[in-house]
């Protein structure tokens, strides 16, 4: 896809989003939830909606992986679904998420009875007139599985909210509470296969004993963040009547891109209320939630790796022995900068935008692009800024990952060994019913990561 197509199907799917949302909106039964759909739904629809790109892009992949795609224009409404219902839905189920997030984490001033009572009303209204849209507008051949799959979508947040509580926090790993409180049904849904041998590459940097939180973490943000988008890639095939073997390349990517991008919002959470920008959903006076919640992210996984001082600001904030406020949030900020523990998550993050592209195809350059934002977003700017970055360039830990990193984008590079011609005689029984092979770049970069 070039860079013409790349935007022409951005406006084609905006165009596509304003028109199921106002059939959306005929399905409203409150003047509450009119006003919060024109002041922040319908912007946000307008603008860069992430999820509803990725759904839009996805299902063109899989097109192309489907033999039978020359049935697709036969059906008008699984064309409607799958361009437009699907990224719309996704929009709508992030924002009512966003709501949910906004008061557990006390963002965007949800911190007073008031807000939280408008947020939790505005949320469960929106839900219910999801559920009527759905009803009235999906095809009766996809309605069961569109609501199967929105209902899994927002209960795996959920689960993904109550393990951060429960266990993904400072104060657990500190009073050495550490527990495993997945069912065991939900933990073998949780795949992370994509993404093993970057957690275990990321192990080697940490000590051991931060290892079984290093794993919750990655459960919990698969769960809260990934999940979505790995939603989205199994509803498209669902629709599109693909078996999950031939779309093993698609959903690797999807874990990969969703762990990559709530780890590059774990980074910049970091960036002090004086350097943060206001996005739609974060104001800056939001920097610092995890830090204040006592959330682990990576960052201070890696903070957590070196000795400190007891009077060093963040151990004084994780142990309340100060109070949270600017100077403290910019004091952290500082901290995490010049530990060089920042610096090590954002190259981090980058491996793992490098793996999640050695799983997509050439022609896929829209998805490729979306992960350019490991490498350089609005948020990364005061942390790559920083006088302490050009420290933290000579150190072995950044010629490691830089050296990785270079080695990863040359596996891509690299077509396949060419097939021996004794072996293509059996090529049925290769074949037969087993999975779709990787790429072959994703073979070379997860052989990479496993040295």
């Given at each position: 896809?070039?860079?013409?197509?790349?935007?022409?199907?951005?406006?084609?799917?905006?165009?596509?989003?304003?028109?199921?949302?106002?059939?959306?909106?005929?399905?409203?039964?409150?003047?509450?939830v009119d006003r919060w759909a024109a002041s922040y739904l319908l912007v946000k629809l307008e603008g860069?909606?992430?999820?509803?790109?990725?759904?839009?892009?996805?299902?063109?992949?899989?097109?192309?992986l489907k033999a039978s795609w020359c049935r697709w224009s036969q059906s008008v409404a699984k064309k409607r679904l799958v361009e437009a219902q699907i990224p719309f839905l996704f929009e709508l189920v992030i924002s009512i998420q966003y709501l949910h997030n906004q008061?557990?984490?006390?963002?965007?001033?949800v911190t007073t009875?008031?807000?939280?009572?408008?947020?939790?009303?505005?949320?469960?209204?929106?839900?219910?007139?999801?559920?009527?849209?759905?009803?009235?507008?999906?095809?009766?051949?996809?309605?069961?599985v569109v609501?199967?799959?929105?209902?899994?979508?927002?209960?795996w947040v959920d689960l993904g909210q109550q393990l951060e509580r429960l266990t993904n926090n400072y104060r657990h790993l500190h009073q050495h509470e550490l527990r495993d409180v997945l069912p065991d049904g939900l933990s073998q849904e949780i795949d992370l296969t994509a993404i093993q041998a970057f957690i275990q590459k990321t192990k080697q940097s940490l000590p051991r004993f931060l290892h079984q939180e290093l794993d919750h973490y990655f459960q919990r943000i698969y769960l809260t963040c990934a999940a979505l988008f790995v939603t989205i890639t199994q509803l498209n095939a669902r629709v599109l009547g693909m078996a999950k073997r031939q779309v093993r390349a698609p959903l690797h990517f999807s874990v990969c891109y969703g762990i990559m991008r709530q780890l590059v919002n774990d980074n910049a959470d970091w960036v002090s209320t004086q350097e943060t920008l206001h996005t739609q959903e974060k104001l800056s006076t939001d920097a610092g939630s995890d830090l204040r919640n006592k959330t682990l992210t990576l960052p201070l996984f890696f903070w957590l790796a070196e000795p400190h001082s007891p009077s060093s600001s963040i151990e004084q904030l994780l142990h309340d022995k100060q109070a949270w406020n600017t100077q403290a949030a910019k004091a952290a900020f500082t901290e995490i900068?010049?530990?060089?523990?920042?610096?090590?998550?954002?190259?981090?993050?980058?491996?793992?935008?490098?793996?999640?592209?050695?799983?997509?195809?050439a022609e896929r350059s829209d998805l490729a692009r979306a992960c350019e934002i490991a490498h350089w977003n609005k948020f990364l700017v005061p942390v790559l800024r920083h006088p302490a970055y050009a420290d933290f360039r000579q150190t072995p830990s950044h010629r490691r990952t830089k050296q990785l990193i270079r080695q990863l984008r040359r596996a891509r590079k690299q077509g396949p060994a060419p097939t021996p011609a004794s072996a293509w005689g059996n090529w049925r029984s290769r074949l037969g019913a087993s999975a779709s092979p990787l790429p072959h770049a994703a073979q070379s970069a997860l052989s990479l990561l496993r040295r």
């Open positions: 896809m070039n860079l013409d197509q790349y935007k022409q199907m951005h406006v084609q799917t905006n165009r596509l989003l304003r028109r199921e949302y106002q059939v959306f909106c005929s399905y409203s039964r409150g003047t509450v860069r909606p992430a999820r509803a790109y990725f759904a839009r892009a996805m299902s063109d992949w899989l097109l192309g008061i557990l984490d006390g963002k965007a001033g009875t008031d807000r939280i009572a408008d947020n939790l009303l505005l949320a469960n209204l929106l839900k219910e007139q999801l559920y009527r849209y759905i009803d009235a507008e999906v095809a009766p051949a996809y309605r069961q609501t199967q799959h929105i209902r899994q979508c927002f209960e900068i010049e530990s060089h523990a920042l610096f090590k998550a954002v190259q981090h993050t980058r491996i793992l935008a490098e793996v999640a592209v050695s799983f997509l195809p």
